[in-house]
């Protein structure tokens, strides 16, 4: 075993850690919410020149990682400066899709940094993979696909997305999926600011496609929007776990400056404790998190119980860690304009994101018993 | 023992029932149930329509225009105005002044103030917090110098709730820096309109300003505005936070969080049928409902044990801890319900009559905005951490 990071993992990192940190600003972050494109445009443009969206990739299909560990690496930096970026949605989940159809061309154009945002979720689907209602119908000359999409995220600065829709079969049907290329002009959106920054929109598709609008086998599609959503998963996992250490370094200075009674509130002990067990489960968080980014390319049972699990821890330390941080830091820690506000806010988010901590206990369980 | 109510106290909670029934506008309970913001005129029409039927000063004795009702009353009152959607009563006027006058105030103070908390002639807001003073409420240092008829007053309050609504805030500042800290407090009334106070927003984790800094500079106040004598006015502050602890258990809020997270959980659908069904969660809030069974007990022991007219003593710190954090809970089982849904972050929609539909079901963000806003519950009144410290001291006597 090695848990070290390879030498190239390791520049990656120090060199990203140390962008983030010169350029991240609150100011930057705040206008991701207000930008009409959900992030900062400038920050992407240095983001994508530093390799990023590549990094994603495998060499295989153009770009110059997509391995777990590199998920794990740069997801974790930009937890840590608490960034809403595209990158998790069109370079890991679109991306993932892309590369499984072998559309290099628009694989590349995400590596360059044009943003594909994946249209996936919808207003009565929660989290089940297999519940959609959207529909395309074939027609003489391509296709009609027509539905609502739900929280689509990077939705308001993408070109186009990969939406997808039932070509046949019931609403939860595991078979009849299928995978569809859509302008961004062929949709109608309102998009709007998320609690934990960035924005996304409801999507509405009433749409006619040309045949190759279709990205693969029609009716296939479940597996591979599983296998995106698995890393997609281990991504925001890392993501967490960077915004689990921004916080842990806010309170761990709060506690040891912070002064009542003449003396740091560090030195109760009633608090002492309970940040030690907030370290214990972010030492959790990172395990389970490199657990399922080591799982990565693994047989799907195998996979997909680390999907959950890891899902299922992060989601459980995530709610200990905002809510502890907040309580140690009393008041200040309930306002927006601290640090931890938004770093909180963002973390609680990640629950409510490809299956809370419940789901994926339950969706464990029954992983276990197939 | 027997765990019943009388039949004169239930004919009291359906004269309640039938008060709010009648009395209560619509259009306010809407707002309330629906999670959507409350402006100043909700809460002041609110407060005038119970000052009408006499029902404002709900922990006031009679001589004052108070109810003169005992804890039981109080009890049912609390779960009936909640479980009917009916604005808080702000707590700063009529929970917290209130009671300090009555016991320690002048008449003049008596015979001026107290009318005008039941006729809303005054909003009160709390200055006690300041930046370096928060659960060491001593050690705080706006200061008051004694300048002939008046004291010159400067310095910062902050966490000021509803300060921008207020027209008075009470104080407690420093008039002697000498002995144990405590000693050199005196508690003062001070008119927002006087020159040198200067109110500053604080927006908090929801994008909602509800609390605020509250600055003083050579701010002048007549000294007939001292409550009792100079320097003693940690007396006034610990009585006032004993009554700021009656109600502390919540336990009508957590009635009616429980019954609004039932509401979500059967309208969420996971795996085709309502999340209400499943097994996981349904264990969740039964677990919560369980806790809250016999929280509603405990309140009730707490307060009947409390001599006829008192505030409770160290016990309320139980009730302190115990309500919160079961607030706390039902909130995060409101948001886990909610889904998907509590990403989107369109506070315009938590206007009422917004031309902005929600994003989502309509109890998305409310809930969300809910469980964010309510980690001050075990932040602020003394925080648990602090409650606990006097349960093992009080109580423990460790
Ligand atoms: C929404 C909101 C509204 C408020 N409204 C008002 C208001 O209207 N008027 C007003 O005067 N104040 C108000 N407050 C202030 C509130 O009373 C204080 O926030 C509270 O007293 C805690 O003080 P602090 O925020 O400075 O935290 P600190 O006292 O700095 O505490 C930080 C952390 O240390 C812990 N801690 C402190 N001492 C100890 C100890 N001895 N042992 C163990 N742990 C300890 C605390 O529990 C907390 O977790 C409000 C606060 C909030 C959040």
Redesign the pocket.
């Known amino acids: 075993m090695e848990f070290r990071l390879t030498e190239e993992r390791r520049m990656l990192q120090d060199s990203l850690r140390r962008f983030l940190a010169e350029s991240v600003t609150p100011a930057r972050i705040a206008a991701t919410t207000d930008d009409a494109a959900g992030h900062d445009p400038d920050l992407w443009r240095r983001l994508t020149d530093l390799g990023l969206p590549g990094a994603m990739v495998s060499e295989a299909r153009g770009g110059f990682g997509g391995d777990g560990f590199d998920l794990m690496v740069v997801f974790e930096e930009l937890g840590r400066a608490g960034l809403p970026t595209p990158l998790l949605d069109s370079a890991v989940l679109a991306g993932g899709l892309l590369a499984e159809t072998g559309r290099d061309d628009l694989l590349a154009r995400v590596i360059e940094g044009q943003v594909i945002a994946f249209a996936h979720a919808e207003p009565g689907s929660r989290y089940d993979l297999s519940r959609v209602a959207t529909r395309a119908q074939r027609r003489a000359d391509g296709w009609h696909v027509a539905g609502h999409k739900a929280v689509v995220h990077a939705a308001p600065a993408a070109e186009a997305l990969i939406v997808s829709a039932r070509t046949g079969g019931a609403v939860a049907d595991e078979d009849g999926l299928s995978l569809f290329l859509v302008p961004r002009d062929a949709v109608t959106m309102r998009d709007y600011p998320l609690q934990g920054g960035g924005r996304a929109a409801e999507v509405h598709v009433d749409a006619t496609l040309p045949a190759d609008a279709l990205l693969m086998p029609e009716g296939t599609a479940l597996a591979a929007i599983e296998r995106a959503q698995a890393r997609a998963t281990a991504a925001q996992c890392a993501e967490a776990l960077g915004l689990m250490e921004a916080i842990k370094t806010l309170t761990v200075d709060y506690l040891r400056t912070?002064k009542?009674?003449g003396q740091p509130?560090g030195k109760?002990q009633?608090?002492q404790h309970r940040m030690a067990d907030v370290l214990i489960e972010i030492e959790q968080a990172r395990s389970a998190v490199i657990n399922l980014c080591g799982h990565m390319d693994a047989e799907r049972p195998l996979r997909e119980r680390h999907v959950s699990a890891t899902k299922n821890l992060v989601g459980r330390a995530a709610r200990l860690v905002v809510e502890e941080s907040i309580?140690?830091?009393?008041?200040?820690g309930?306002t927006r304009d601290y640090a931890l506000g938004h770093l909180a806010k963002r973390l609680t988010m990640v629950d409510h994101r490809f299956g809370d901590a419940d789901f994926h206990l339950e969706r464990f369980v029954a992983l276990g018993a197939a | 023992m027997d765990l019943t109510y009388t039949k004169a106290q239930i004919a009291f909670r359906d004269e309640l029932r039938g008060f709010l029934a009648d009395k209560l506008p619509q259009a306010l309970s809407e707002k309330v149930a629906r999670g959507l913001r409350l402006t100043k005129s909700d809460y002041e029409t609110w407060h005038a329509i119970l000052n009408a039927r006499g029902w404002l000063g709900v922990t006031w004795p009679r001589e004052h225009g108070g109810t003169g009702w005992d804890a039981v009353q109080r009890h049912i009152f609390e779960e009936e105005v909640t479980a009917a959607h009916a604005p808080r009563i702000v707590p700063?006027g009529v929970n917290m002044l209130g009671p300090v006058l009555m016991k320690f105030g002048s008449d003049a103070q008596k015979a001026l103030y107290l009318p005008r908390i039941l006729n809303g002639d005054d909003w009160w807001?709390?200055?006690?917090?300041e930046p370096g003073?928060?659960?060491?409420?001593a050690s705080l240092r706006t200061e008051a110098v004694r300048d002939g008829d008046h004291y010159v007053v400067n310095g910062q309050?902050?966490?000021?709730?509803l300060g921008q609504y207020a027209n008075r805030i009470f104080c407690l500042v420093r008039t002697s820096k000498e002995g144990k800290p405590q000693q050199g407090i005196s508690f003062l009334l001070i008119d927002m309109d006087t020159p040198g106070v200067e109110v500053r927003p604080i927006v908090?984790l929801d994008g909602e300003a509800?609390?605020n800094e509250v600055w003083f500079q050579d701010v002048r106040v007549p000294v007939e505005n001292l409550v009792g004598p100079e320097n003693a006015g940690w007396t006034c502050a610990k009585y006032l936070l004993t009554h700021e602890r009656t109600n502390i258990a919540g336990i009508g809020f957590a009635r009616a969080g429980l019954a609004a997270l039932k509401r979500i959980a059967s309208a969420e659908m996971q795996g085709g049928r309502p999340l209400i069904e499943n097994p996981l969660f349904a264990a969740k809030v039964a677990q919560v409902e369980i806790d809250l069974m016999a929280m509603a007990t405990t309140n009730l022991r707490t307060v009947a044990a409390a001599a006829e007219g008192q505030a409770p003593g160290p016990e309320s710190s139980m009730l302190k801890v115990k309500g919160t954090i079961l607030r706390q809970q039902i909130n995060a089982l409101a948001r886990q319900a909610v889904g998907p849904y509590a990403q989107p972050f369109v506070s315009e929609a938590l206007e009422a009559g917004a031309n902005l539909d929600p994003v989502g079901p309509d109890y998305a963000l409310p809930a969300t905005q809910a469980y964010f806003n309510n980690r001050?519950l075990s932040?602020?009144?003394?925080?648990?951490?602090?409650q606990r410290?006097i349960i093992s001291k009080t109580i423990l006597e460790l």
Do not use: P
Not at chain 2, 379 to 386: A, P, Q, T
């Open positions: 912070r009542q009674f509130i109760f009633a608090l309580q140690m830091h009393g008041g200040i309930m | 700063f807001c709390q200055g006690y917090s003073a928060g659960s060491d409420l309050k902050t966490w000021t709730t908090l509800e609390v001050k932040i602020y009144g003394g925080s648990n951490e602090v410290q």
